[in-house]
């Protein structure tokens, strides 16, 4: 099994640019979930999945959107990227709808000049 | 509302020496926890979770609900320790939450 993938590794975008970053995961889990990860800031949510066919915001949605395509993939789109966006971005699983335990992708380093 | 806090955001020790990483929360319900570790440039990967009480590369953590805490703790650092500790909680009761909650992190330094 590859677990979680994660595609690209790395991006830069130009202000206003859009970019759709994709995310697919080979365990058969229900839930999925977007995370920022920032210095000094930790890990924040941005959207989630429980359930193929439904998303919801987390922490810090807003410039994002998703879409959960199947139960594999869950893809985080910037429509019109800033460069508060600059972030490492990673995607999660999780077996169960509870928020049990997450298996994480190997990130996309995002640069927004 | 759920709240994890790490109040160490940077954590130094000599290689031999004790560690512990303090994890404290916030939750009205029965909470499920973990530490997840994150070596440099790497994902994330969980390192242990309360419910299991095993010992990974030599870590523990005791779940103290009185003191609402999940410390992290090994008797004798590595330096291959070093690395990015985040403390998480999740709802695991009845109807609870699909979401991990994170603390902000505490990265460890094991020095030589």
């Known amino acids: 099994n590859a677990g979680v993938t994660q595609t690209p590794k790395f991006q830069v975008l130009k202000t206003g640019q859009s970019m759709t970053l994709q995310c697919a995961q080979d365990?058969?889990?229900?839930?999925m979930y977007w995370y920022r990860q920032d210095p000094g800031m930790g890990l924040r949510l941005i959207y989630y999945?429980?359930?193929?066919?439904?998303?919801d915001k987390g922490e810090v949605p807003n410039g994002y959107n998703v879409s959960r395509l199947n139960k594999r993939e869950f893809s985080l789109r910037l429509e019109s990227a800033a460069p508060s966006q600059t972030s490492v971005y990673f995607c999660?699983?999780?077996?169960?709808?509870?928020?049990?335990?997450?298996?994480f992708g190997p990130g996309t380093r995002l640069t927004v000049t | 509302a759920q709240r994890v806090t790490q109040p160490e955001k940077l954590l130094s020790v000599f290689k031999g020496a004790p560690v512990e990483l303090k994890c404290n929360y916030s939750?009205?319900?029965?909470?499920?926890l973990f530490w997840y570790v994150q070596y440099s440039r790497q994902r994330l990967q969980l390192l242990l979770r309360?419910?299991s009480r095993e010992s990974i590369k030599g870590f523990t953590a005791d779940l103290n609900k009185g003191e609402t805490s999940f410390h992290l703790k090994k008797p004798f650092a590595q330096e291959e320790d070093s690395a990015m500790y985040y403390c998480?909680?999740?709802?695991?009761?009845?109807?609870?939450?699909?979401?991990?909650?994170f603390g902000k992190g505490t990265k460890l330094t094991v020095n030589p």
């Open positions: 939750y009205s319900g029965s909470p499920e």
């Open positions: 365990m058969n889990h229900n839930s």
């Open positions: 309360h419910i």
């Open positions: 999660a699983s999780s077996p169960r709808d509870r928020g049990y335990e997450q298996y």
């Open positions: 998480a909680l999740s709802d695991f009761s009845q109807g609870g939450s699909e979401k991990l909650v």
């Open positions: 999945s429980a359930s193929e066919g439904t998303t």
